[in-house]
């Protein structure tokens, strides 16, 4: 199991959806999303390549996976290396992805 490390950009992504959560269906809303968030990058760290290299190409971000929230229409984007895993972003699933990546 390698270490997952969330760049800036994606801490930011978190606390905005987070933050929308919180505002628009409460704490408990807010929690779960966080919760399947943590059970993503559980899954990521044991399995890292198991995510969907789809968008790498438009993106011109090689090695870049991404793996989908189970209940929540977001998409972690993340790239493995030898001794880690870079979470880039955490993106809607209808957002440009060219504009945000990376």
Known sequence: MKPVQPRAAAETDIDRAFSHY???GGHPLAERFLD???NALVHIAHHPGTG????ARAVRVK???????????????YVEHPDRIDVLRVL???SDLPRHLP
Do not use: K, N
Not at 63 to 72: N, V
């Open 36 to 38: 399947e968030y943590d």
């Open 52 to 55: 969907s290299p789809r968008h």
């Open 22 to 24: 919180w505002t628009h």
């Open 92 to 94: 809607h699933q209808s």
């Open 63 to 77: 090695g870049m996976r991404f793996w989908t929230l189970s209940h929540f229409p977001f998409a972690v984007f």
